[in-house]
């Protein structure tokens, strides 16, 4: 039911704006069914605003495209008479219900482009210096883009591989803050539109002098199973960094195990409660392939496949269909899954042997004999869950009492004080989530790192709005069929 009140959510606030579009457009003596289609409504409220057309260029520049179409949206709206900076709120903000409303306003018209004649012809109207108009709309700009960025929608760009198939390097997907629930800025003191540091000058973004408390608001569903999903690096917490939760570096992944679920991964299949879980559509490891030495697999085969080979990686990375369908060839003898079998240890590469804090007694390594393709079972903690402590349990959990609930967790011989008083349980102030890369083989996840907080967790990725080739030709730089794809 939430999925379906998003959708609804969703339709609306979009549809709205594109039928007002569609009666402004028609007021302005264009066809109102080009306010239907993507980039095409963005060139004609470009002309009708009289705006460079340069300016399309900056609809494909993530973060500037956004202060831009804010600029555009002003003079769009000055171009048929609303002049006040509550109109512009009202257009920016609420737009679903004020762009109709004004493209069905017989007293509403078009005015021309907002030119030097027309500020001279409206200065009544105006009463403000270019200079004045120009600082108010910057400033109204950063508030409402800065607004929409924390409580509503973010752009995002795929940077690594570990998402592959399911996403790709220069995606750029638009992510919901709606989804679980808007968190309200924990450091409130930054610069517009720097995550974490300044571009070129390569410093803090940021001030940390000053840090709410983590508080979110109402959502329309919880994590789920399966959602792709962008949160905050729980590590960046961690030497030389120290960064607060919500300035620490965006990852995306795939939420494999919920609060309160028993996870484990035996011969890289996910098992959720005893039961296996769905595997990804682009889910993807590496295979040992043997092939006749008289014939080669060629490039054209691999990128019919889409099998990748990674830089350090010697091993062909591909999805299970693609391994069946390259079984096939006459010329391949062997495609086998390089699967780390169970029993073999990669203690101090994995969670929790590679944290540089290790919690157990006498400072004695624990031997858990987990692998990234066989590991666990290990239970997710859930707010109000009571886990008690021993040997095995403390190094699972004993970073997630200290350094994301904040405790003072102290180990002395086998006695644990929390917050100096001698104890043997603990309970759990958080919900906390599981998370993983469809490219098993290529993907830093929680098998790596551990648990992700709840107030760690971003929003929903949505759907792919641009994706960017590098490797490709000049005219195959963008990804046509991936535009507009919904994320599964």
């Given amino acids: 039911m939430n999925v379906i009140a998003f959708i609804l959510v969703f339709i609306i606030v979009i549809g709205g704006q594109f039928i007002g579009c569609w009666f402004l457009f028609q007021k302005a003596g264009k066809p109102g069914w080009m306010a239907l289609i993507p980039i095409v409504n963005v060139y004609v409220m470009i002309e009708l605003s009289g705006k460079p057309k340069w300016w399309m260029l900056m609809f494909f520049i993530p973060g500037v495209n956004i202060l831009f179409a804010i600029g555009l949206y002003i003079d769009f709206f000055k171009s048929y008479g609303k002049f006040k900076l509550s109109d512009w709120m009202k257009g920016i903000l609420l737009g679903f219900y004020f762009m109709p409303k004004w493209g069905l306003d017989p007293k509403v018209k078009y005015l ?229 079998p169970k029993g073999e240890s990669m203690t101090g590469q994995i969670f929790p042997t590679k944290y540089p804090k290790l919690y157990s007694f006498n400072n004695k390594t624990p031997e858990y004999k987990w692998n990234m393709d066989n590991y666990g079972p290990i239970i997710i903690p859930k707010k109000g869950w009571t886990v008690k402590l021993d040997s095995l349990t403390l190094p699972l959990y004993g970073r997630a009492i200290e350094v994301y609930e904040g405790n003072k967790l102290e180990i002395k011989g086998t006695d644990i004080f929390i917050n100096g008083k001698k104890t043997d349980t603990y309970t759990f102030k958080m919900n906390y989530y599981w998370m993983m890369g469809d490219n098993r083989h290529d993907s830093e996840d929680s098998r790596f790192w551990g648990f992700v907080p709840e107030d760690h967790i971003v929003g929903k990725a949505l759907f792919i709005w641009m994706s960017w080739d590098d490797n490709g030709s000049f005219l195959s730089k963008i990804r046509w069929s991936r535009l507009f794809r919904g994320i599964h």
């Fill in 112 to 340: 021309g482009v907002v030119d030097a004649e027309f500020k001279e012809k409206h200065k009544a109207h105006l009463k403000k210096s270019s200079g004045q108009e120009w600082t108010e709309a910057i400033i109204f700009a950063v508030v409402a883009a800065t607004l929409i960025r924390t409580f509503f929608i973010e752009a995002y760009t795929i940077p690594t591989p570990s998402m592959e198939r399911s996403l790709l390097v220069g995606d750029f997907l638009f992510v919901s803050k709606v989804n679980y629930g808007p968190r309200t800025p924990m450091t409130p003191v930054a610069f517009p539109f720097a995550h974490h540091t300044m571009p070129l000058l390569n410093t803090k973004a940021y001030w940390d002098g000053w840090e709410l408390p983590y508080y979110r608001l109402p959502g329309l569903s919880e994590v789920k199973k399966g959602d792709v999903v962008v949160f905050n690096y729980p590590m960046d917490a961690d030497s030389p960094l120290y960064r607060p939760v919500d300035k620490r570096e965006n990852y995306i992944k795939r939420c494999q195990g919920a609060p309160g679920d028993t996870l484990s991964v035996v011969d890289a299949q996910v098992f959720v409660n005893g039961k296996a879980a769905p595997n990804p559509p682009g889910e993807q490891i590496d295979y040992s392939v043997t092939n006749n030495s008289t014939e080669q697999i060629n490039s054209k085969v691999n990128e019919d496949l889409n099998i990748t080979f990674y830089e350090g990686n010697p091993s062909p990375t591909m999805t299970k269909e693609s391994a069946t369908t390259l079984k096939g060839y006459s010329y391949i003898k062997s495609v086998i899954p390089l699967i780390h």
